[in-house]
């Protein structure tokens, strides 16, 4: 089935694969607890499910869905032939049942389950096997694409029994943990490893903050637990990099304290309700950091601001840098969308922020997260052709001009939009190797408006003044709006 980690993984030289193993050996098993974990496998096992899910697939349509490039191919739909409940394939001569593999685990003793959203995505037919063989048929609670969980219930006309949830903040690298799933539809699989590293970014989506662990993770694994020594779930199985494949000993789960109030407001309303600030944020470079008389690179830099927003109805600016958020700091950019995501709709928070070099306490009330709307068309801009003036920006190596009504339609800006024009960039500048671009608006110079080239100039004579070595621009470039720090020549 379509997978939005597999296709990212075939524009890669390391393969992510996201169908998550075999047990293999661990590399300390010398250092293993004396008696295994033969009493916590037999406790845990029957809290872990297979999962079957399937479509009809259209030959005339092409079969990019497809999952054939394994030999096992053959064998995983010879499998569920044995195990699937009635079929619609009959009514539809010209089809085929296309059927994926995955693993999933108990979270409540009336039925619910938990799991990949990869592994049911566009589903027609979901079956969920119990360890004792039981077929049932599930129905989609909720799911959620942006950290990869799905909630699923069954009636299994009897009590199943749960696991527990963990918490995954107090997981230590080096710490033993299991993986249980159905690596290639062998049925309810260990495999013992440790947590090799907390916190990866693997470009999966905004909330990256997955767990690393070498417990063998494989193609059938997907939405199995991860759990402790306890037998606590601390994560849900989810990628591996891998060039076969195969398990190469570095698979990676989504983490319990971050899927949990997923899977609370999944079952609650049947969506996720994300916090939400609304503001655009960039990464605080190095250079940015010394044009604000920041000590190092960390926080937040604000670069808009929603006029709707909950940001905007407090006192976050333009130009701030979020420090921390709701006690907690932030050292990456990336850090923060995560902690508004996992926040509270309507709670109110106290937020820090670096203003005009020094720290400003802020408190502001999380919003929800919608859908953003369709950004509206510019404005046309008439025919007044009024010539376009270049001025030069000696210090950045940049051709600027104001914006005339002949600049708005030759570059295409909207009405709203105010600053100056980029006419043309020094490729040997740094502003150039930083990203300024010709047609880009330059509205803000080191946090003061520029309107005119006098303002440019003025605010560029005062920063060398200060001694400031880079300067700090606010650019408009299309419907983005960004921070550039640019060293001054």
């Not at 075999?22 to 496998?41: M, R, V």
């Not at 700091?329 to 923060?336: D, F, N, S, W, Y």
């Amino acid at each position: 089935m379509n997978n939005p980690l597999r296709t990212f993984a075939r524009t890669a030289t390391m393969v992510i694969i996201a169908v998550v193993g075999l047990a293999l050996e661990p590399a300390f098993a010398a250092h293993a607890p004396s008696d295994g974990f033969a009493d916590l496998a037999e406790r845990l096992l029957p809290s872990v499910v297979n999962i079957s899910s399937s479509q009809i697939i259209d030959p005339k349509k092409g079969d990019e869905e497809m999952d054939d490039d394994t030999p096992l191919e053959e064998w995983f739909r010879d499998y569920f032939e044995n195990h699937r409940h009635g079929d619609d394939e009959d009514a539809h001569p010209h089809k085929r049942r296309q059927t994926s593999l995955g693993s999933g685990f108990i979270i409540d003793k009336a039925g619910y389950i938990v799991t990949n959203n990869h592994v049911i995505e566009n589903a027609d037919k979901i079956s969920v096997i119990l360890q004792d063989d039981t077929v049932l048929a599930a129905q989609v609670v909720g799911r959620d694409p942006k950290v990869d969980v799905a909630l699923l219930k069954v009636n299994a006309k009897r009590d199943l029994k749960p696991l527990v949830w963990g918490n995954s903040d107090a997981a230590r690298v080096g710490e033993w943990v299991l993986a249980i799933g159905n690596p290639f539809g062998l049925g309810g699989s260990v495999s013992a490893g440790i947590i090799s590293a907390r916190a990866r970014d693997i470009n999966a989506g905004q909330y990256d903050d997955f767990l690393q662990t070498d417990a063998a993770i494989n193609r059938g694994n997907s939405g199995g637990p991860l759990l402790n020594q306890n037998g606590e779930v601390i994560g849900i199985n989810t990628a591996i990099y891998s060039v076969t494949g195969g398990s190469a000993g570095v698979g990676f789960a989504a983490p319990s304290n971050l899927v949990r109030p997923v899977l609370d407001d999944l079952r609650k309303f049947g969506r996720t309700r994300r916090g939400w600030l609304g503001v655009k944020i960039q990464t605080v470079t190095p250079e940015i950091a010394e044009s604000l008389g920041l000590d190092r690179s960390r926080g937040a830099l604000v670069s808009a601001v929603d006029d709707d927003g909950p940001a905007a109805k407090s006192a976050v600016q333009v130009g701030d840098v979020i420090m921390s958020f709701d006690g907690k700091a932030v050292g990456k950019m990336r850090e923060l969308p995560r902690l508004v995501a996992n926040t509270p709709v309507d709670r109110t928070v106290d937020v820090e922020v670096w203003r005009q070099g020094k720290q400003v306490p802020v408190k502001l009330k999380i919003g929800e997260l919608k859908e953003e709307p369709a950004a509206n068309a510019p404005d046309a801009a008439d025919d007044t052709q009024t010539p376009i003036v270049r001025t030069e920006l000696k210090e950045l190596g940049v051709g600027v001009a104001e914006i005339s009504d002949h600049a708005r339609d030759k570059y295409d800006i909207p009405e709203n939009i105010h600053g100056l024009v980029v006419l043309d960039v020094d490729e040997d500048m740094d502003a150039a190797q930083e990203g300024l671009h010709r047609g880009d608006v330059i509205d803000e110079i080191q946090q003061a408006a520029v309107a005119t080239p006098a303002d440019a100039q003025a605010a560029l004579q005062a920063a060398q003044k200060a001694g400031r070595k880079t300067i700090l621009l606010r650019v408009v470039s299309g419907d983005n709006v960004h921070f550039l720090g640019v060293k001054l020549h």
